[in-house]
């Protein structure tokens, strides 16, 4: 299989934009960046402490100047899983987009906690209040980025995959 161009999974958390990124990468024979984990590398620190030692403004920072510095290098053919609130800063739409082909990893509120409960790792998740505010700020965020919408709804990530293999196939 050729070499397909940089795909972009958004969703929200728990969507399974690593997993699915990493069966994607295999598949492809290419990168996968997990922007959240490259993030924890780069500043010596989890995501959770980055909260509670700089704050969230401080870290969507990091999450712009990362897009930034991976569009600019530019040269290697990558799928990446972006954090789930990256969409919620205006100027990193463009820069997601000129990354390659974004696809959102959709399911309803109720799967996607299903699939993450609540973790006191995850710094958003200590509310359920403020998960569910947003979840609806982040959801029209992602479809409007999305060149295509994948259900993960009752699907394995391998599955969720295998769509998207098959989108890339079908539209070159």
Excluded at 78 to 102: D, S, W
Aim: aromatic share 8%; hydrophobic share 40%.
């Amino acid at each position: 299989m050729k070499t397909p161009p940089h795909v972009v999974l958004i969703g929200f958390m728990g969507a399974g934009k690593s997993s699915v990124g990493k069966r994607l990468a295999q598949q492809w024979g290419c990168v996968f960046i997990d922007a959240d984990e490259r993030i924890e590398e780069r500043e010596g620190l989890s995501i959770p402490d980055i909260f509670r030692e700089f704050g969230e403004g401080y870290f969507r920072n990091l999450e712009t100047e990362f897009l930034k510095a991976l569009w600019q290098a530019g040269h290697m053919r990558l799928v990446l899983a972006t954090g789930g609130g990256m969409v919620e800063r205006p100027e990193n739409h463009e820069l997601i987009k000129r990354l390659g082909k974004v696809f959102y990893l959709r399911a309803d509120l109720d799967a996607l906690m299903a699939r993450v409960p609540l973790d006191p790792h995850r710094p958003l998740l200590k509310n359920p209040d403020i998960i569910k505010q947003r979840f609806a700020l982040r959801q029209p965020l992602y479809e409007r980025l999305a060149d295509h919408v994948v259900d993960t709804l009752g699907k394995d990530p391998e599955r969720v995959a295998q769509d998207i293999i098959k989108f890339m196939t079908n539209t070159r």
